[in-house]
């Protein structure tokens, strides 16, 4: 019975992280931060939004991102939402 259930975990964990690869947006936030020379630690102390939080940003490994958040990386990085999310044609 473990044996199944470990199984099945991997599978799910497997599916869930090829979930967030196909979204058809992406941030971009990666890319402003290696233009800007700026780490997540360094956004993390200015923004006020947490390490943890910003990692699984700029991982994409978030279903979405709250208005609130959105105007505090736009604030600290000086950008737009438009520079922060680019479309991905399917």
């Given at each position: 019975?473990?044996?199944?259930?470990?199984?099945?975990?991997?599978?799910?964990?497997?599916?869930?992280?090829?979930?967030?690869?196909?979204?058809?947006?992406?941030?971009?936030?990666?890319?402003?931060?290696?233009?800007?020379?700026?780490?997540?630690?360094?956004?993390?102390?200015?923004?006020?939004?947490?390490?943890?939080?910003?990692?699984?940003?700029?991982?994409?490994?978030t279903k979405g991102i709250d208005f609130q958040t959105l105007d505090k990386l736009c604030?600290?990085?000086?950008?737009?939402?438009?520079?922060?999310?680019?479309?991905?044609?399917?």
């Amino acid at each position: 019975m473990h044996v199944i259930l470990t199984c099945v975990n991997v599978f799910l964990q497997s599916y869930n992280t090829n979930c967030y690869n196909m979204l058809m947006i992406k941030n971009r936030l990666s890319a402003i931060l290696g233009e800007q020379r700026m780490r997540v630690s360094e956004l993390s102390k200015l923004s006020g939004i947490s390490q943890n939080a910003l990692n699984k940003i700029y991982h994409n490994k978030t279903k979405g991102i709250d208005f609130q958040t959105l105007d505090k990386l736009c604030e600290v990085l000086k950008c737009s939402t438009q520079d922060l999310f680019q479309y991905i044609d399917g």
